[in-house]
């Protein structure tokens, strides 16, 4: 499906996945379309396809993250609480912000300082309030270990950028009633689970499709004393 997305500008990208049905809300759309992916992707920001960050790290596609946006979407309402875990390039947490409005909160965390840093500066490059919402809290950049989610929170959505075995217990519980997680589980085969924890509390959990993501792991596994691979400037899309 991927190779078909491919555009020359982020609006032409953003139609593309729209039209493939891989984003499936109109929120969704306008959302992506204001944030343009020159700022988060070291190069072809345009390709269908994860592009290395450095630190043996990628920026997603962007088909994943429009099927995770869309999956969460009726959990990313104005005033929602998010949580985007393994946030990476900072993408997906300034997508988030814009779905979420100035009064809900996202908050990415990373486990690589220098890609958390590079991260929290690519959001402020790309949004221009973003210096703003970062000093508001309404979006925050931690630098810890995703795994333990964000302790003392809870969220309305949960996105996990990175593969893992058993789904933590500390993001199950930082998941609100209602409230969804969107997450790659597994290792050599892994497949996305969207899971729902009704108003109840029930968990509902389903195994959605295939994936290949980094693994969401220890810091020692990740080359982080390498170097990230800056963004200069965005292109003009
Ligand atoms: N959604 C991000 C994906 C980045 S790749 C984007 O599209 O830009 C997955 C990220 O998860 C990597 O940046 C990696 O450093 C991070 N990661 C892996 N294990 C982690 C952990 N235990 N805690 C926090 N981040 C982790």
Redesign the pocket.
């Given at each position: 499906m991927s190779w078909r997305c491919s555009a020359a500008s982020n609006s032409g990208l953003v139609e593309n996945l729209y039209r493939s049905n891989l984003i499936t809300t109109t929120r969704v759309r306008d959302a992506m379309a204001s944030v343009d992916r020159a700022h988060?992707a070291p190069h072809m920001p345009y390709k269908d396809a994860p592009i290395a960050?450095g630190?043996g790290?990628?920026?997603?596609a962007p088909h994943m993250?429009a099927m995770a946006l869309s999956a969460l979407d009726d959990y990313l309402k104005p005033g929602a609480h998010a949580l985007?875990?393994?946030?990476?390039?900072?993408?997906?947490v300034a997508v988030m912000a814009k779905l979420v409005g100035p009064a809900g909160r996202v908050v990415g965390?990373?486990?690589?300082k220098q890609?958390n840093d590079a991260g929290e500066q690519r959001f402020k490059n790309a949004m221009p309030d973003g210096n703003e919402l970062i000093n508001r809290g309404n979006v925050e950049f931690v630098c810890?270990?995703?795994?333990l989610g964000k302790p003392g929170e809870e969220f309305d959505a949960i996105h996990v950028?990175?593969a893992i075995n058993v789904v933590p217990d500390e993001l199950l519980a930082q998941l609100k009633a209602p409230g969804k997680m969107f997450i790659p589980v597994g290792d050599f085969a892994q497949y996305i689970y969207e899971i729902t924890k009704t108003e109840s509390g029930q968990i509902v959990r389903e195994k959605k499709f295939g994936v290949s993501?980094?693994?969401?792991?220890?810091l020692d596994e990740?080359d982080n004393s390498g170097d990230i691979i800056p963004v200069n400037f965005p292109s003009v899309s």
């Amino acid at each position: 499906m991927s190779w078909r997305c491919s555009a020359a500008s982020n609006s032409g990208l953003v139609e593309n996945l729209y039209r493939s049905n891989l984003i499936t809300t109109t929120r969704v759309r306008d959302a992506m379309a204001s944030v343009d992916r020159a700022h988060f992707a070291p190069h072809m920001p345009y390709k269908d396809a994860p592009i290395a960050l450095g630190c043996g790290t990628t920026i997603s596609a962007p088909h994943m993250h429009a099927m995770a946006l869309s999956a969460l979407d009726d959990y990313l309402k104005p005033g929602a609480h998010a949580l985007d875990i393994g946030s990476g390039s900072g993408y997906l947490v300034a997508v988030m912000a814009k779905l979420v409005g100035p009064a809900g909160r996202v908050v990415g965390v990373e486990h690589i300082k220098q890609l958390n840093d590079a991260g929290e500066q690519r959001f402020k490059n790309a949004m221009p309030d973003g210096n703003e919402l970062i000093n508001r809290g309404n979006v925050e950049f931690v630098c810890a270990d995703g795994r333990l989610g964000k302790p003392g929170e809870e969220f309305d959505a949960i996105h996990v950028g990175a593969a893992i075995n058993v789904v933590p217990d500390e993001l199950l519980a930082q998941l609100k009633a209602p409230g969804k997680m969107f997450i790659p589980v597994g290792d050599f085969a892994q497949y996305i689970y969207e899971i729902t924890k009704t108003e109840s509390g029930q968990i509902v959990r389903e195994k959605k499709f295939g994936v290949s993501y980094v693994p969401l792991t220890d810091l020692d596994e990740y080359d982080n004393s390498g170097d990230i691979i800056p963004v200069n400037f965005p292109s003009v899309s």
